[in-house]
């Protein structure tokens, strides 16, 4: 187990969409181990496996955020895919490990079902409602090579994109 630096925007890295997972290995158990040690470390609610610079289609979500007790692992999804959005959606501050002290109010739907694999290679789905769909559906972006700083309208991207500029000229975005 292992805290792992995350990949920081503009890391070209993050544009790139993951490849399937074709085996739930020993490799596989030991990334998701350590994107939740990373993922706790940072304080986050979830994270991809591309947010540490690996290509695997992979995310994990917190216990709590996914519905579960605070003492439960985090949820594994591998090869993640949504299989149903609601078409009731609402706007809410969104934060993401791979940009630092940045929310902003981003859309997405109120409820979210996603279809993925376990640490044990059986698949199940989960219908979340709320954070938990926002988690997935910002998570299962991160597979596709979308960030969201993509889902802001050109004035908040421009905001946003101005704020990490002033971070990184100051030397506090690394």
Same mark, same amino acid.
């Given at each position: ?32 181990? *350590? #994107?939740?040690?990373?993922? +706790?470390?940072?304080? @986050?609610?979830?994270?991809? !496996? ?67 694999? *376990? #640490?044990?290679?059986?698949? +199940?789905?989960?219908? @979340?409602?709320?954070?938990? !769909? ?41």
């Amino acid at each position: 187990m292992a805290v792992r630096p995350i990949v920081k925007h503009p890391d070209p890295r993050l544009r790139l969409p993951t490849v399937a997972v074709s085996a739930v290995t020993d490799e596989i158990r030991k990334l998701c181990e *350590d #994107l939740a040690d990373t993922m +706790f470390a940072a304080n @986050g609610a979830g994270i991809a !496996a591309i947010q540490v610079g690996s290509y695997e289609k992979i995310f994990l979500v917190d216990a709590v955020v996914a519905g579960g007790r605070e003492e439960g692992p985090p949820v594994v999804f591998i090869n993640p895919e949504i299989t149903w959005l609601s078409p009731e959606t609402e706007s809410k501050d969104e934060g993401c490990l791979s940009f630092p002290g940045i929310f902003t109010p981003v859309e997405r739907s109120l409820r979210a079902i996603v279809r993925a694999q *376990d #640490l044990k290679g059986e698949w +199940f789905e989960l219908d @979340g409602m709320e954070l938990t !769909a926002r988690c997935m559906l910002h998570e299962t972006d991160h597979c596709d090579g979308i960030v969201f700083l993509d889902k802001m309208s050109a004035l908040k991207r421009e905001i946003v994109k101005r704020k990490i500029k002033k971070l990184q000229k100051a030397g506090k975005w690394d």
